[in-house]
């Protein structure tokens, strides 16, 4: 099957600090694929590469199944980007900041501005078109930063941490025209360490750490996998359920403030433990991504 994005083996090292130690993915047409992962993962520093912004120290990489050397030309066109910090021009508005981008693009003059209308409206910034950028919250900013990124109409759009900072209702916006974009028919390739949002949006992701792939999979799969369908969160861990956790053979992940049962977490185990532990905060929930990269790492994602 062609694939949008493959990479092999691919580094980035800045001095002798490794930042990408040697990765290997692929994207396929139509998927939304995700790099979570925690602060310094290396996250933007390997779709920096991808994007062309940074040269790649070592490895392969093909976009649209052509292998890249140095020669942007052809696909830089194809790809739209949203970097992680918002780089608009502050002395323009909102649609003078997308038709100035325009501008890098071969686009006609009248094509530019149906465009710009066409995004505007998309995300909800039609009534705000003649605002500057100064006066933008951070949510209109950030959909003005993803407006901006699908300018060219790309075939492949990258996004480095498309909500980060912006409140839950802002954050669910995104969300929603991002999967608007994915269902009709457009590849995605996320950075994030949300894990709510790389579950809600990835059909596909790799966890990241310390610049190494973890795992990759499905985000229902690797739940599932790693951790089981619920878990039991109790806080704070006594000494007396520890022994009892030990004991009873129960794999768990201790974080000082609260202890995490994976596997064998179901509601008999919820009840008893209740009843043996009620002093204690006890709660049944499910499994997510957040308690794969703790089982993975023995570390939370958000420090
Ligand atoms: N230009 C640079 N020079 C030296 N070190 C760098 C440079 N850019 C990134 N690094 C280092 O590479 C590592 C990975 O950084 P990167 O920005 O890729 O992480 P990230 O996963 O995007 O993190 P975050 O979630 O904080 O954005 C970090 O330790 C960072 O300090
Ligand atoms: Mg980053």
């Given at each position: 099957m062609p694939s949008i994005i493959?990479?092999?083996?691919?580094?980035?090292?800045?001095?002798?600090?490794?930042?990408?130690?040697?990765?290997?993915?692929?994207?396929?047409?139509?998927?939304?694929?995700?790099?979570?992962?925690?602060?310094?993962?290396?996250?933007?520093?390997t779709i920096r590469m991808l994007y062309g912004y940074s040269p790649a120290s070592d490895g392969e990489l093909y976009?649209?199944?052509?292998?890249?050397?140095?020669?942007?030309?052809?696909?830089?066109?194809?790809?739209?980007?949203?970097?992680?910090?918002?780089?608009?021009?502050?002395?323009?508005?909102?649609?003078?900041?997308l038709l100035t981008y325009a501008r890098y693009f071969n686009l006609s003059k009248s094509g530019a501005r149906q465009i710009t209308d066409r995004l505007l409206k998309f995300f909800a910034l039609e009534n705000r078109a003649k605002t500057n950028i100064r006066e933008l919250s951070g949510g209109m900013k950030r959909r003005l930063v993803l407006a901006r990124s699908l300018i060219n109409q790309p075939d492949l759009l990258?996004?480095?941490?498309?909500?980060?900072?912006?409140?839950?209702?802002?954050?669910?916006?995104?969300?929603?025209?991002?999967?608007?974009?994915?269902?009709?028919?457009?590849?995605?390739?996320?950075?994030?360490?949300?894990?709510?949002?790389?579950?809600?949006?990835?059909?596909?992701l790799v966890i990241m750490n310390q610049g190494r792939i973890l795992v990759e999979g499905r985000p229902q799969e690797l739940i599932q996998h790693y951790v089981g369908r619920e878990v039991i969160e109790i806080s704070p861990p006594s000494p007396k359920l520890l022994s009892y956790l030990k004991n009873h053979g129960l794999r768990f992940e201790n974080l000082g403030q609260r202890l995490v049962i994976h596997n064998q977490a179901d509601a008999g185990l919820f009840t008893l433990l209740t009843e043996l532990f009620g002093d204690l905060r006890c709660t049944l929930r499910p499994a997510t991504l957040e308690d794969v990269f703790l089982h993975l790492t023995g570390r939370e994602l958000r420090e």
């Open positions: 493959a990479v092999k083996n691919l580094r980035k090292t800045f001095g002798t600090f490794t930042a990408v130690d040697g990765i290997s993915f692929t994207v396929q047409k139509a998927e939304c694929f995700g790099l979570l992962g925690p602060n310094g993962a290396g996250k933007t520093s976009l649209f199944d052509q292998l890249i050397n140095n020669d942007w030309r052809t696909v830089k066109n194809r790809i739209g980007v949203c970097q992680q910090e918002d780089n608009l021009d502050p002395d323009l508005s909102i649609r003078d900041n990258i996004l480095d941490e498309p909500t980060t900072g912006l409140d839950p209702q802002s954050r669910h916006q995104v969300w929603e025209r991002l999967e608007e974009l994915k269902n009709a028919g457009l590849t995605i390739l996320l950075t994030t360490h949300y894990m709510e949002e790389a579950s809600r949006l990835c059909d596909r």
